[in-house]
């Protein structure tokens, strides 16, 4: 049988989680943006801090360290703001 001590745990489990889960909303939703380029080939982001423009060559390292060119017609740059 369910006892007014397991209702009282319950509620205070429930309220708990509750509160540790908008905590890390709020703080998620103060992180800093990334700041750099955002380099976009086809359906891939690249999120990158410098790039090279070598002629009509885009040369920038991806998050792997792997150098990465690609021809600029084939390029979209966005400049991440503050």
Same mark, same amino acid.
């Given at each position: 049988m369910?006892t007014?001590?397991?209702?009282?745990?319950s509620?205070?489990?429930?309220?708990?989680?509750?509160?540790i889960n908008?905590?890390?909303i709020?703080?998620?939703?103060?992180q800093?943006?990334p700041?750099g %380029?955002k +380099?976009r080939i086809k @359906?891939?982001i690249?999120? $990158?801090?410098?790039y090279i423009?070598?002629?009509? %060559?885009l +040369?920038?390292?991806? @998050?792997?360290?792997?150098? $990465?060119?690609?021809?600029k017609n084939?390029?979209s740059?966005?400049?991440?703001k503050?």
């Amino acid at each position: 049988m369910i006892t007014k001590r397991f209702i009282w745990e319950s509620l205070a489990l429930v309220t708990f989680l509750a509160a540790i889960n908008i905590i890390l909303i709020f703080v998620i939703k103060k992180q800093d943006p990334p700041k750099g %380029y955002k +380099i976009r080939i086809k @359906e891939v982001i690249y999120y $990158v801090d410098t790039y090279i423009m070598d002629g009509e %060559y885009l +040369i920038f390292q991806d @998050e792997f360290g792997r150098e $990465v060119e690609v021809h600029k017609n084939f390029v979209s740059i966005e400049e991440i703001k503050e």
